[in-house]
């Protein structure tokens, strides 16, 4: 099993960048995939990006070429870069864990785009 923290959020002008941590603590944390997720006040939860544990990536079309999703298991965190934020991508934003039988969210990080 896996406990999952998630830092790095905040307020940011459009335009704007942040990297979003997501810690894990427990065993065995190159086995899972992470996610990112966000949902915004009124919204449902929806997909960001996923990594898998052999580093293949998957964005939603409303971040590609403007969001990276990395990990890196030496420190059992994976990221998420985000760059040229816009107020729409306000929200909080959740890191997941998962494998077969198995699923961990974080508590949230809210991220927050406005001038």
């Known amino acids: 099993q896996v406990q999952l923290v998630e830092s790095g959020g905040g307020l940011v002008q459009p335009g704007g960048s942040l990297r979003l941590s997501c810690a894990a603590s427990g065993s065995d944390f190159k086995l899972y995939a992470l996610g990112w997720y966000r949902q915004a006040p009124g919204k449902q939860r929806e997909l960001v990006a996923t990594?898998?544990?052999?580093?293949?990536?998957n964005y939603a079309d409303s971040v590609k070429g403007r969001f990276t999703i990395s990990r890196d298991n030496t420190k059992n965190t994976g990221y998420l870069q985000m760059n040229s934020l816009k107020p729409e991508d306000t929200a909080v934003y959740y890191c997941?864990?998962?494998?077969?039988?198995?699923?961990?969210w974080g508590q949230g990080t809210q991220v927050t785009v406005s001038s």
């Open positions: 997941k864990a998962y494998r077969i039988w198995y699923t961990s």
């Open positions: 990594i898998t544990t052999t580093n293949t990536t």
